[in-house]
């Protein structure tokens, strides 16, 4: 099995996650597409080796509010996926879903929008898994999605303790997707443990 | 008016008026502040894992409670504070994702609360208040200049501890 170092990964395994992460934000991009009928883009995915203190900044600043969704991994690729999406971008998502009914910007999410907020999280999650699955013959199963609105630091503590664990950095790999007028917008994240880094790379040939 | 010291995830610092100190967006990790009330010294730390012993790459001290405690309590007491005059206040060890499985992996911020009180303890440092546990994330900012915490929440209103 590929043996993966944080610090010392060549360009050739960057560009091999990248490409996981294109494939996998592409399908669940296409998914949320579908969902809502709207046109969404997705950037070129990006691979992060961050400091734990640099993480809380990655989506606006650490008490900047957002979505997470949570969904654990098992089976051959173990870790976890999360989806994070600002307040107002969430609000705007769930009004596109439940044909333009919805509360206001600054309204607390009813229970009618967090239930349609998670089954989004739940399908492009599920997109994203199963590209994944399918590129690397890996058996992935996922938790239900969790989910969580509150500040960004407070919500990526989360996987930043699992890397806390192994590493004093993290890797992520991380995709933003927004539509034209940048109203939907969000990122995907994949934070698989180090031996599942390891076990991707090995099904993939390196 | 000071400026503001900022401590990050993994991460510690000392402060002495008129300067405050903050952390932000404590989820599952905890914040410590150590204050000598007497001589205003004060100092903070965020960890984010309650053991160092049971994890092999444990360079940087501050990511546990265990030896991040102990580094912040060598740090104010080499600025001077008075090891019996000491006290704690402590924020944070959320649940963040409601999750009703018995995974080990997501109760993470209870067993740090724990570790935390049980180095304080061990050093003899008493906790004066405490806001920890619950569901949702907290921001911290302490003033050593009159020893009060705040502590900010999303939806709810400032606490002062």
């Known amino acids: ?206 | 008016m000071g400026t503001m010291v900022k401590v990050g995830m993994a991460d510690l610092n000392v402060c002495l008026p008129p300067d405050s100190i903050t952390t932000l967006g404590l989820g599952s990790c905890v914040g410590i502040v150590l204050y000598d009330p007497a001589k205003k010294i004060s100092g903070m730390a965020h960890v984010m894992l309650p053991d160092s012993s049971r994890i092999r790459n444990n360079e940087n001290v501050a990511k546990f409670a265990d030896t991040g405690i102990q580094e912040l309590y060598n740090r104010v007491i080499k600025l001077g504070a008075n090891r019996s005059a000491l006290i704690a206040k402590i924020a944070g060890g959320a649940q963040m994702f409601a999750f009703n499985s018995n995974n080990e992996m997501l109760k993470v911020g209870i067993r740090n609360v724990e570790a935390v009180k049980n180095k304080l303890a061990s050093l003899h440092i008493p906790i004066v208040a405490e806001d920890t546990g619950l569901n949702y994330g907290r921001t911290i900012e302490f003033y050593p200049e009159n020893g009060s915490l705040l502590v900010k929440s999303v939806g709810k209103p400032v606490k002062t501890l």
């Open chain 1, 1 to 206: 099995m590929a043996e993966v170092k944080l610090d010392e990964m060549n360009h050739m395994q960057f560009d091999v996650l990248r490409e996981i992460g294109n494939i996998g934000a592409g399908n669940a991009t296409t998914a949320l597409s579908q969902m809502l009928s709207a046109k969404i883009d997705m950037k070129v995915p990006k691979i992060d080796l961050l400091e734990f203190k640099e993480l809380g900044e990655l989506i606006g600043g650490a008490e900047n509010i957002v979505v997470g969704i949570l969904l654990t991994l098992q089976d051959d690729i173990e870790g976890m996926m999360m989806f994070l999406v600002e307040k107002k971008a969430a609000k705007s998502m769930v009004k596109l879903l439940m044909g333009g009914f919805g509360s206001g910007d600054d309204e607390e999410f009813s229970e009618m929008e967090l239930s349609a907020m998670q089954e989004i999280g739940n399908i492009i999650a599920g997109a994203y898994l199963s590209s994944l699955s399918a590129l690397t013959n890996m058996k992935i199963t996922s938790s239900v999605p969790y989910m969580a609105i509150d500040m960004a630091g407070a919500i990526l503590s989360v996987p930043a303790i699992e890397f806390g664990k192994i590493s004093d950095k993290a890797l992520l790999i991380e995709t933003e997707f927004g539509d034209v007028g940048n109203e939907v917008n969000g990122y995907f994240i994949l934070i698989p443990t180090l031996e599942s880094y390891g076990q991707i790379l090995t099904s993939l040939g390196l």
